[in-house]
């Protein structure tokens, strides 16, 4: 399809478990993007690739979250050792990188974490 | 840091009516762009409309406009002849111009009424 494709669209996993999720952009977009949306709450920014810049880190919660992008393309955000807290909403976004640098969102995958 | 409040946790409105949101911000840049996304049940964050902070005329697309007072800081979106599609969670979002990351309001839940 045209538009950011995340992965699993739900998952449940048990308190202490790492999780890994996907997203793959827009093609030919260079920016990727990563939110978080707890429950009733807007999005949190989490990570941002542009490139092949050193990705700007600085809204991760903790250093039990990391993610990681090839070239332009898939990206996976991993969260180790899960915690309930960390369940939520978890969106991707792609944008062109250049003005207006519209970010395009995909359907997100909501984590439970029992 | 940047900020956007949204002080409406909820809005109801009768279909084709006219129903306006509030979203007020806190910057010291003097440019900056402005968002209204909207999210219905499929989680899929999708723009609405934007604003560049330089621009003195309101953004229009369609039913949907805003208001945009900048020495006020305030960012409103006035949606005309409300459809039943057009219930959803809107956010207000800020981004800076040289910036990546969007910020997000907490959002407006949008009920229409038939």
């Known amino acids: 399809g045209a538009g950011v494709s995340q992965s699993p669209s739900n998952k449940v996993t048990e308190k202490g478990k790492d999780v890994e999720l996907r997203c793959d952009p827009i093609s030919g977009h260079t920016a990727l993007y990563w939110y978080r949306q707890r429950l009733g709450q807007g999005l949190e920014f989490l990570i941002y690739?542009?490139?092949?810049?050193?990705?700007?880190k600085s809204g991760l919660p903790s250093d039990r979250f990391s993610a990681e992008r090839t070239g332009e393309s898939v990206s996976t955000l991993t969260i180790q050792r899960t915690q309930q807290e960390d369940s939520a909403v978890y969106l991707c976004?792609?944008?062109?990188?250049?003005?207006?640098?519209?970010?395009?969102f995909g359907a997100g995958t909501r984590l439970s974490v029992l | 840091a940047q900020t956007v409040t949204q002080s409406q946790p909820e809005m109801s409105v009768q279909e084709a009516e006219t129903v306006t949101l509030s979203c007020t911000y806190d910057t010291s840049e003097s440019d900056y762009y402005l968002f209204w996304y909207k999210q219905p049940p499929s989680r899929q964050m999708i723009l609405v409309i934007r604003q560049e902070a330089y621009k003195q005329q309101n953004a229009t697309e369609n039913r949907f406009s805003v208001n945009f007072q900048k020495a006020a800081k305030s960012f409103s979106l006035k949606i005309s002849d409300s459809q039943l599609g057009d219930a959803a969670m809107y956010f207000c979002a800020y981004r800076e111009t040289s910036g990546s990351r969007l910020t997000f309001g907490e959002g407006t839940q949008l009920t229409v009424n038939p």
């Open positions: 690739f542009q490139g092949n810049s050193a990705p700007d």
């Open positions: 976004a792609s944008s062109i990188g250049t003005h207006p640098n519209i970010q395009y």
